[in-house]
T-cell receptor, first 114, second 116 residues
Framework: DTGVSQDPRHKITKRGQNVTFRCDPI?????LYWYRQTLGQGPEFLTY????????KSRLLSDRFSAERPKGSFSTLEIQRTEQGDSAMYLC????????????FGPGTRLLVL | AQSVAQPEDQVNVAEGNPLTVKCTYS??????LFWYVQYPNRGLQFLLK??????LVKGSYGFEAEFNKSQTSFHLKKPSALVSDSALYFC??????????????FGKGTKLSVIP
């Protein structure tokens, strides 16, 4: 069990550019979640996958955001035409299938949009 | 809708003293409740969870939490604080009957400072 990993850990970009983040879940976990955390706030849910199916999306996930998990293993989160308000920590978590399962979080990707 | 309130932005406690970090929740059904800890520039580490059964839940690093249904609370406690416990603590809830939704709703966090 190597834990959830995320890449990159930090990203600085200019407004209007596209960025993509990657998350590798714990290997036996079927569920994968994305959250966003801004300064002084708790994480806010964005979306989750069970295997390759995206089953839930928050209203926070605007049209500029897209997430994929093509083979049911790693996931990518892309933000198109970044805005300064997108600056945040993007957290990925994974869990086993089951109503009671704990979500385990990765170290996050900190995005700064200039 | 589900929500979490952590009424204290910061809690200061002397090393060796007991600590309490407060959390209250709101869900339409019955809750699953979680505590996570976050160190600077790091992700969240799981501490403990309440699913069902015994209202006193024991977790990692000597932490425990008590579920109180009538007060809709899930306060985090530790008998003797360590300087290394200084961090940001988040309470989270998920509605057990939430129509298949697995999203966690988090509080704003409480910064715990343990003073040597």
């Amino acid at each position: 069990d190597t834990g959830v990993s995320q890449d990159p850990r930090h990203k600085i970009t200019k407004r209007g550019q596209n960025v993509t983040f990657r998350c590798d879940p714990i290997s036996e976990h079927n569920r994968l979640y994305w959250y966003r955390q801004t300064l002084g706030q708790g994480p806010e849910f964005l979306t989750y996958f069970q295997n390759e199916a995206q089953l839930e999306k928050s209203r926070l996930l605007s049209d500029r955001f897209s997430a994929e998990r093509p083979k049911g293993s790693f996931s990518t989160l892309e933000i198109q035409r970044t805005e300064q308000g997108d600056s945040a920590m993007y957290l990925c978590a994974s869990s086993s299938v089951g109503a009671q399962e704990t979500q385990y979080f990765g170290p996050g990707t900190r995005l700064l949009v200039l | 809708a589900q929500s979490v309130a952590q009424p204290e932005d910061q809690v200061n406690v002397a090393e060796g003293n007991p600590l309490t970090v407060k959390c209250t929740y709101s869900v339409s059904g019955n809750p699953y409740l979680f505590w996570y800890v976050q160190y600077p520039n790091r992700g969240l580490q799981f501490l403990l969870k309440y699913i069902t059964g015994d209202n006193l839940v024991k977790g990692s690093y000597g932490f425990e939490a008590e579920f109180n249904k009538s007060q809709t609370s899930f306060h985090l406690k530790k008998p003797s604080a360590l300087v290394s416990d200084s961090a940001l603590y988040f309470c989270a809830v998920r509605d057990r009957g939430g129509a298949g939704s697995y999203q966690l709703t988090f509080g704003k966090g409480t910064k715990l400072s343990v003073i040597p």
